[in-house]
């Protein structure tokens, strides 16, 4: 008997100190620890040097986390945000020229088709949206990538920009999953 009226007082006090909704994570105690806030897609960026300017992407980079990527969480042939959270932003100081499309200089987020075979790089004029807004008619361009497989599965989503030499040639690659994706770049002259 002793019990219920315990458990009884305990419903009550938990009852009565929830009444504004469950504690947030800025109500710990006074010198208490603060849990941990885990990102799952961390912010990230990339970028490379050219003379005269840089070429920088920043995106959301997800995790596998034993999920199927690529036909599943990420259907086939559909436009997909190129990582995850906000669309994923492109800056460029210079005038490129992606896989044959004239990218002036300037902002601009990027998409892909995803396709089981063939993969396309959309270049899309709006800016500072979320991932899941994509306007096709805002859309600069699509241009195909090459396509290949890792040796193992990459487990975080990453896009990395490179030169591999001292030219004005550069390359772009994501990589998640089972596959990776990429395209050669050149920086156009200045006039």
């Given amino acids: 008997m002793a019990s219920a009226a315990v458990a009884l007082v305990m419903v009550r006090f938990t009852a009565a100190a929830f009444q504004g909704g469950p504690p947030s994570i800025g109500d710990a105690p006074p010198g208490g620890l603060t849990p941990p806030h885990v990102v799952l897609s961390p912010p990230t960026k990339t970028s490379v040097k050219f003379e005269g300017g840089k070429v920088a992407i920043a995106y959301g980079a997800p995790s596998m ?34 896989n044959g499309l004239d990218v002036p200089k300037g902002d601009y987020t990027l998409f892909v088709w995803v396709d089981p075979k063939q993969w396309q790089l959309i270049v899309n004029r709006q800016t500072g949206q979320s991932g899941l807004q994509y306007d096709s008619r805002r859309d ?18 990453r896009i990395t920009l490179s030169r591999p030499d001292k030219s004005d040639r550069g390359r772009l690659e994501l990589a998640w999953e089972n596959t990776i994706a990429g395209l050669d770049f050149t920086v156009q002259q200045q006039k």
């Fill in 65 to 98: 986390r034993k999920r199927v990527i690529f036909g599943e969480l990420v259907p086939f042939n559909a436009v997909w945000r190129a990582g995850a959270d906000d669309a994923t932003a492109l800056h460029t100081d210079l005038d490129l020229k992606l």
């Fill in 140 to 157: 600069l361009g699509r241009v195909p990538m090459q396509m290949s497989k890792p040796g193992k599965p990459i487990e975080r989503f």
